[in-house]
């Protein structure tokens, strides 16, 4: 079974435009985390936020985290073609042995 | 260390064949995780292996599905009288123990059963 969430399943925009990408999940985490994945290829791990942070940056990459509402978003600014990418929440459960479980994913497209 | 690599990237099997993944972890990293990735949805956890221990395993590996990783080091899976409905993408990650670390994933091996 999938935890996570992401919102929308698809998300099409011209390049210097921002993409937000949102997660929700269902039970207490440890941490989750943001992938990328171009097509056809394996996972790259890009961002990882604690259960105890509310905010992390990397570069063009903006992710929050409200526990409250169990929810995530991630943030590309200044998008760029080679950003068209699908991309995954991840989230490490607590209690568990640091398993990740994934969402469905968002499927971005980049336009130049 | 060139990452984590899998070997075959391709296998196309007929139905009722066995198969077998080969995954070549980090070589610091003591967790390698197999997940089995369909079209248009995310990875699904398999199995995890801590050095040599298999620590869990996930409901979809069924009594066909079987992995190891001896000596801690490589892993393997082997599927045994492939149906249709295995074709995907399998892929394997590994991690270190301690800490809040990411993943490294491998590019996958996709699996077609014909």
């Known amino acids: 079974s999938q935890q996570g969430e992401e919102d929308p399943q698809a998300l099409s925009i011209q390049e210097g435009e921002n993409a937000t990408m949102n997660c929700s999940y269902k039970t207490s985490i440890n941490n989750l985390q943001w992938y990328r994945q171009n097509s056809g290829r394996g996972l790259v791990h890009l961002i990882l936020i604690r259960s105890n942070e509310r905010e992390k940056h990397s570069g063009r990459l903006r992710v929050t985290l409200d526990t409250s509402k169990k929810s995530s978003s991630l943030l590309i600014t200044a998008s760029r073609a080679a950003d068209t990418a699908s991309y995954f929440c991840?989230?490490?459960?607590?209690?568990?042995?640091?398993?990740?479980?994934f969402g469905a994913g968002t499927r971005l497209a980049v336009h130049p | 260390d060139t990452g984590v690599s899998q070997d075959p990237r391709h296998k196309i099997t007929k139905r009722g064949q066995n198969v077998t993944f080969r995954c070549d972890p980090i070589s610091e990293h003591n967790r390698l995780y197999w997940y089995r990735q369909t079209l248009g949805q995310g990875p699904e956890f398999l199995t995890y292996f801590q050095n040599e221990a298999q620590l869990e395993k996930s409901r979809l590996l069924s009594d066909r599905f079987s992995a190891e990783r001896p000596k801690g080091s490589f892993s393997t899976l082997e599927i045994q009288r492939t149906e249709q409905g295995d074709s995907a993408m399998y892929l394997c990650?590994?991690?270190?123990?301690?800490?809040?670390?990411?993943?490294?994933f491998g590019s996958g091996t996709r699996l077609t059963v014909v």
């Open positions: 990650a590994s991690s270190p123990t301690r800490g809040d670390y990411g993943y490294t």
């Open positions: 991840a989230t490490d459960v607590s209690g568990g042995y640091n398993k990740l479980i």
